[in-house]
């Protein structure tokens, strides 16, 4: 693997470093100001014009969709910025660095992973219809596949039923924690659920394509992470409640919904573990700020050597995950998301882990602000801590890592009788 970044990444590197320095950092007080104002007028809800502004500046800077795979414009006849995984995961790092910034280039989750799903398997109508506008970046989407009643970990338990009548498909089901569901603008949620129980298991659930100002549909509650509900994105609770569909909006066919949920989240967790890394990267330098200009004690906190002991970690872990998850992408781009699977599964245990641990240590460094609003740190180890649960708990990524580290040397000889050779000399 060539761990240099290609030059066309170096060049859009270059750019979103400037537009974060000019248009993102400056803005965060804004935002914060903005949504308290929404909140103080009953609108906490509606979107952030902090935001709204800056993506026609995105745009017209070239960085605009950076996220749309390469190999997806034949499929869908939509081009972003035809990047390879390995040339966007750095791209999505520093678009990490703030929670809300990669929205402001097209660029966050769950639009990216949805937008993908619906170039790689949706009909030219559900792509006229609803990829055009995502693109566009002037509708919203969400991904309803998580249930409160079964262990959605593993995607095979979803109960949601999707059952065909005539020409049309009839939902009934559950759903929570529906990432993008509060924002107004989200037109649309792609979901999942089961066409035929008596399948094989993998091919008894099906995704569909389901329009939310469909009669039915109930937006249940929003939910809050460590006190956070994320608007004016949030993360819902869903009923659907015999809401009818036309039968052409499934995807791909009945029994593939397994099928497109492995391939709409390997990508997905490339983009989360990057931004992870951004920001563990900017909790760092938070750190060493902080650390050099505080002075307890008749020295600064720089001169403790606990904090230089932390310092020198983060550093460590956060230069391994970061060429973990560039390996994974690299993986993805030249051999496939399938064989890639060991090292998604690595990213996913190892990113989300890193960066509480850092974020941890960045807040210890601040002391009580550094679990305030005053800095970013409590709400980046907020969403930190969520995504040690989304895309697949770490339990069961590890798991599944230990069964394919196992599997390795089970048919190998001397396996079923293996007898340590004596070492001497201890």
């Given at each position: 693997m060539d761990f240099d970044y290609s030059p066309k990444t170096k060049e859009l590197q270059q750019k979103l470093l400037a537009f974060m320095d000019e248009h993102i950092y400056p803005n965060e007080k804004a935002y914060k100001e903005e949504l308290e104002a929404n909140t103080a007028?009953?609108?906490?809800?509606?979107?952030?014009?902090?935001?709204?502004?800056?993506?026609?500046?995105?745009?017209?800077?070239?960085?605009?969709?950076?996220?749309?795979?390469?190999?997806?414009?034949?499929?869908?006849?939509?081009?972003?910025a035809g990047l390879t995984n390995q040339e966007y995961a750095p791209l999505a790092?520093?678009?990490?660095?703030?929670?809300?910034?990669?929205?402001?280039f097209n660029c966050s989750a769950p639009d990216t992973g949805n937008m993908e799903t619906l170039a790689r398997y949706g009909s030219d109508d559900v792509k006229e219809r609803w990829l055009k506008p995502l693109l566009e970046g002037?509708?919203?989407?969400?991904?309803?596949?998580?249930?409160?009643?079964?262990?959605?970990?593993?995607?095979?338990n979803i109960e949601t039923r999707i059952e065909r009548d005539g020409d049309e498909y009839v939902i009934n089901g559950r759903k929570w924690w529906i990432s993008g569901a509060g924002d107004p603008r989200c037109k649309?949620?792609?979901?999942?659920?089961?066409?035929?129980?008596?399948?094989?298991?993998?091919?008894?659930?099906?995704?569909?394509?389901?329009?939310?100002?469909?009669?039915?549909?109930?937006?249940?509650?929003?939910?809050?992470?460590?006190?956070?509900?994320?608007?004016?994105?949030g993360h819902m609770e869903i009923l659907f409640d015999n809401v009818r569909v036309p039968a052409g909006n499934i995807l791909l066919g009945e029994g593939r919904g397994f099928e497109i949920a492995q391939g709409r989240l390997g990508p997905g967790r490339i983009h989360h573990c990057m931004r992870l890394i951004g920001q563990a990267e900017r909790a760092l330098e938070f750190m060493c700020r902080r650390a050099l200009t505080r002075?307890?004690?008749?020295?600064?906190?720089?001169?403790?050597?606990?904090?230089?002991?932390?310092?020198?970690?983060?550093?460590?872990?956060?230069?391994?995950?970061?060429?973990?998850?560039?390996?994974?992408?690299?993986?993805?781009?030249?051999?496939?998301?399938?064989?890639?699977?060991?090292?998604?599964?690595?990213?996913?245990?190892?990113?989300?882990?890193?960066a509480c641990q850092v974020l941890d240590w960045a807040m210890q460094v601040h002391g009580a602000g550094g679990l305030s609003e005053d800095f970013p740190l409590a709400y980046h180890y907020a969403n930190a801590r969520t995504l040690r649960f989304a895309d697949g708990p770490d339990e069961v990524h590890r798991n599944a890592?230990?069964?394919?580290?196992?599997?390795?040397?089970?048919?190998t000889p001397g396996s079923k009788d293996y007898d340590p050779p004596v070492t001497r000399g201890f």
């Open positions: 007028a009953g609108k906490r809800w509606s979107p952030l014009q902090t935001i709204e502004k800056l993506k026609p500046i995105a745009r017209k800077k070239g960085l605009w969709n950076l996220f749309l795979p390469v190999d997806t414009a034949d499929a869908s006849g939509y081009t972003g790092e520093i678009m990490g660095r703030v929670v809300w910034a990669p929205e402001v002037e509708i919203r989407s969400a991904f309803a596949m998580t249930e409160p009643a079964v262990a959605s970990s593993d995607a095979t649309v949620y792609i979901t999942m659920g089961k066409t035929d129980p008596e399948a094989p298991r993998h091919s008894q659930q099906s995704m569909i394509v389901v329009p939310a100002d469909t009669p039915g549909i109930t937006v249940v509650r929003p939910l809050s992470v460590f006190g956070y509900d994320d608007a004016p994105h002075t307890p004690f008749g020295k600064t906190i720089a001169q403790q050597t606990v904090t230089q002991e932390r310092i020198a970690e983060a550093r460590c872990r956060i230069d391994m995950a970061r060429l973990l998850t560039l390996k994974a992408a690299w993986m993805m781009d030249t051999v496939g998301n399938k064989i890639a699977k060991t090292e998604i599964a690595m990213i996913k245990v190892v990113a989300p882990s890193m890592i230990a069964k394919w580290e196992l599997g390795r040397y089970a048919d």
